[in-house]
C-alpha cells in the first residue's frame, strides 16, 4: 500500500468520523427541539381548550355530558375521550392512554406522553378537568394529536443531515488528495533524485521550499549529494591520474626494455660459451627482461582499456586458423588437444582473438593440470570457444574475480610467471567485440573458461 493511499485511507477515515459525529449531534439537537416545542403548543393548546369549559354542570356528569366536553375540547385534527363517574365517551382509542399516563392525570398533575399507534406517533395530553379553577370534577380529559408533520419534517431533516454529510465527506476527500499530493511532492522529488544519484548522475539535486522536515530532509540530501560528488570527483582525478602516470611510465619504459632486450638476446645466444654461474645468470637477466617487457606491454594494453583508445580491427577469418596458429606459435599443439572444424568464419580482430586465446591457454597449462583441451563450435549467432583443464578447478572464492587485474588466487604467492592482467586483458578484449568470457568449475573436475564472440553482426 502506497503512502498516498495510506493518507488518503486515513483522512477519509477521520472525515467520516467527523461528518458522521457533527451530523448526528445537528441532527439529534434539531429533532429535539421540534417535538420538543410542538409538544410544548399542543399541550397549551390543549390546556387552554379545557379550561375554557369552566363552569361545568354539577356532578355527575352523564354520558352526554362527557361526550359533549370531548367534542369541544377534540380539533380539525385531534380526538379526545373523557372520563367520568366511570363512565367514557369521544373517539379516542382508550388504548393510546398509558397507565403511567393514567396515573399522573389521576394524581391531579398534566401529563403527557409520546406513543406508538399503528403506523404514527402521536401525542396524547391528560388532566383533570375542574368546575371552578380549584374544585376537581372528577372528569379527566385526554386528548391526542398526530405527530405526522413533526415526523415528516424529522425525516427530511435526516436527508439532509445526509446529504451534506456526504458533500462534506466528498469535500473532505478532494482536500485530502490535494494535501496528500502536496505533501508528498517533495517525497516524490527526493525519491527521483536518489534515483538519479543511484544512476550515476552526481549533480542530482531536489528543491528545497519551505521550512518543515521535508525542507530539512532535502537540504540534507542535498548536502550529501554535494559531498558525494565531490569526493567521486577527487576520486576520479587521482584514478585518471594514477591511469595517466601508469601509461606514461610504460611508454617510458618501452625504449629502455626494446635496448635490454637486444642486448639480452645476443648474451642468451651466448650463454653456451659462457662459464656455469655467467651463463645462468645471462639466461636469468634474458628471462626477467622478457617478463618485465610482457608487463609493460600488458600495462599499456590496459591502459588503452580505460582510456577509450582501445579499437578493433575486425577482418572476416577462419576462426580454425587463427586459434590454431596461436597454438603452433607458442608451441601449445603439443600439450593441448584441440577440436577446430574448419569453415568457421567470423568478423573478428584476429590479433584480439590471438590474445584471448593464447592467455586461456597459458593460464590452463600453468595454473591447472593436464590435459587440456580447446574446442570450437557455434552457437546462437556466436563462435563458442572452450578452454578445459584436468586439475582441480578454481575456489568458490575465486571465481568471482578471476577476471580482476592482478589478482591471485594464493595470496602468500608473491611473484608468477604472470602479469597477473592476462585474464583480465582477454575479458575486455571478449568485451570489446561484444562477446563474453566466462569462467566455471566442471563436474568431472578442473576449471573451463568459456568465449562467446558474434559472428560478426555486432561489429
Not at 543511484?198 to 542530482?204: F, H, N, P, R
Not at 608451441?331 to 586465446?357: E, H, M, N, Q
Request: aromatic share 6%; proline share 5%.
Amino acid at each position: 500500500m502506497t503512502l498516498r493511499l495510506r493518507l488518503l485511507l486515513a483522512f477519509g477515515f477521520l472525515s467520516i468520523v467527523t461528518a458522521v459525529a457533527v451530523a448526528g449531534a445537528g441532527y439529534v439537537r434539531a429533532r429535539d427541539a421540534i417535538v420538543q416545542r410542538a409538544q410544548d403548543t399542543a399541550v397549551v393548546e390543549i390546556t387552554n381548550r379545557v379550561e375554557e369549559l369552566y363552569p361545568l354542570s354539577p356532578r355527575p356528569p352523564t354520558t352526554a355530558v362527557l361526550e359533549r366536553i370531548a367534542g369541544r375540547v377534540s380539533g380539525r385534527t385531534d380526538a379526545a375521550i373523557a372520563y367520568g363517574n366511570g363512565q367514557s365517551a369521544g373517539s379516542m382509542s382508550p388504548e393510546m392512554i398509558t397507565p403511567e399516563l393514567r396515573a399522573l392525570v389521576e394524581s391531579g398533575r398534566v401529563g403527557w406522553q409520546r406513543v406508538a399507534h399503528g403506523d404514527s406517533v402521536w401525542l396524547v395530553v391528560g388532566m383533570q378537568l375542574r368546575i371552578t379553577p380549584t374544585e376537581p370534577s372528577g372528569i379527566e380529559v385526554y386528548v391526542v394529536r398526530p405527530f405526522t408533520s413533526e415526523s415528516e419534517f424529522v425525516s427530511e431533516l435526516a436527508f439532509n443531515a445526509w446529504l451534506i454529510g456526504s458533500a462534506g465527506l466528498l469535500l473532505a476527500l478532494a482536500l485530502g488528495f490535494l494535501a496528500a499530493r502536496g505533501v508528498l511532492r517533495p517525497v516524490r522529488a527526493l525519491q527521483l533524485a536518489a534515483w538519479k544519484l543511484g544512476q550515476g548522475d552526481l549533480t542530482a539535486r531536489v528543491p528545497v521550499r519551505g521550512r518543515d522536515e521535508l525542507a530539512s530532509v532535502a537540504t540534507t540530501f542535498n548536502s550529501t549529494a554535494s559531498s558525494l560528488e565531490h569526493h567521486v570527483g577527487q576520486l576520479r582525478r587521482m584514478e585518471a591520474d594514477a591511469r595517466r602516470f601508469v601509461a606514461d611510465v610504460s611508454h617510458e619504459l618501452r625504449t629502455p626494455l626494446a635496448a635490454m632486450t637486444a642486448v639480452t638476446d645476443v648474451l642468451d645466444a651466448e650463454t653456451a660459451a659462457l662459464p656455469g654461474v655467467a651463463g645462468q645468470a645471462a639466461r636469468l637477466v634474458n628471462r626477467e627482461t622478457q617478463n618485465l617487457t610482457r608487463l609493460v606491454n600488458d600495462l599499456i594494453e590496459v591502459t588503452r582499456f580505460d582510456s577509450g583508445t582501445a579499437a578493433l580491427a575486425p577482418d572476416d577469418v577462419d576462426v580454425a586458423e587463427v586459434v590454431l596458429s596461436c597454438l603452433r606459435l607458442r608451441g601449445y599443439l603439443t600439450k593441448v588437444t584441440a577440436s577446430l572444424p574448419s569453415g568457421i568464419r567470423a568478423r573478428l580482430d584476429p590479433r584480439r582473438l590471438d590474445v584471448i586465446v593464447a592467455n586461456l591457454v597459458g593460464n590452463a597449462l600453468r595454473h591447472g593440470a593436464p590435459p587440456v583441451h580447446v574446442t570450437l563450435s557455434v552457437a546462437d549467432g556466436h563462435v563458442v570457444i572452450r578452454v578445459a583443464d584436468s586439475g582441480e578447478g578454481l575456489p568458490d572464492e575465486v571465481l568471482p574475480h578471476v577476471f580482476a587485474r592482478f589478482y591471485k588466487a594464493d595470496s602468500a604467492r608473491g611473484r608468477s610467471e604472470g602479469s597477473g592482467l592476462g585474464l583480465a586483458i582477454a575479458w575486455e578484449n571478449a568485451r570489446l567485440h561484444g562477446g563474453t568470457l566466462d569462467a566455471a568449475n566442471r563436474p568431472e573436475g578442473g576449471a573451463v573458461f568459456t568465449l562467446r564472440l558474434p559472428l560478426g553482426g555486432e561489429l
